[in-house]
């Protein structure tokens, strides 16, 4: 059993002895009051949606899914495809990749999820570096203090492209380490 604060976006868990994949995960609270985990989900057997809130200690069975690397290879409207090293393809909704969508990009590994044989969705590195396409300029004045823009980075959907909080110094065209899980900037790559 794993607590709450450990499951991620991608895991597969049992709830009421019915597996759900969490395809988001917002957490609110701190450290004095404990951390609570909303968590938008998907029952893998009849697709319904399901949306709960849990606190950090609450645990869960984590069912173990066959795992495999894969590539993704292109967008076959509505299904994304990958590739795995033998070239067998495998097609995933839009709506099982939560928070990956984000960040696909073509040629992007990654690796793919199985229940029952299916490609059920995909978990994606813990840090990834994306350019950024697009952030406004630092405003002089506006440079003190812990100030943060928005900055939208690239993905190989351009109509799914997604922002980050940057600082100020962040310009476009840069490249930056962003956490998958949190979706928080953490560093940038400049050569």
Request: proline share 4%; net charge negative.
């Amino acid at each position: 059993m794993k607590p709450a604060k450990e499951i991620r976006v991608g895991n597969i868990i049992m709830v009421d002895a019915k597996p759900f994949i969490v395809l988001r995960s917002d957490v609110n609270g701190s450290s004095r009051t404990g951390f609570t985990y909303k968590w938008k989900m998907k029952n893998l057997l009849t697709n319904a949606p399901l949306e709960n809130v849990f606190r950090g200690d609450d645990k869960f069975d984590v069912v173990i899914l066959d795992k495999k690397p894969v590539t993704y290879s292109y967008f076959a409207d509505p299904l994304y495809v990958f590739m795995d090293e033998e070239y067998n393809q495998y097609e995933i909704e839009e709506e099982n990749l939560g928070d990956a969508l984000n960040y696909l990009k073509d040629g992007m590994e990654c690796e793919a999820v199985f229940y029952d044989g299916k490609a059920i969705s995909v978990e994606l590195p813990t840090t990834i570096v994306r350019q950024i396409v697009y952030s406004e300029p630092a405003v002089k004045g506006n440079t003190s203090g812990n100030v943060l823009k928005e900055a939208k980075i690239e993905n190989a959907i351009e109509s799914k492209r997604h922002t980050v909080q940057v600082p100020l110094f962040v310009s476009q065209d840069d490249f930056i380490e962003i956490d998958t899980r949190t979706n928080e900037y953490k560093r940038v790559i400049r050569n």
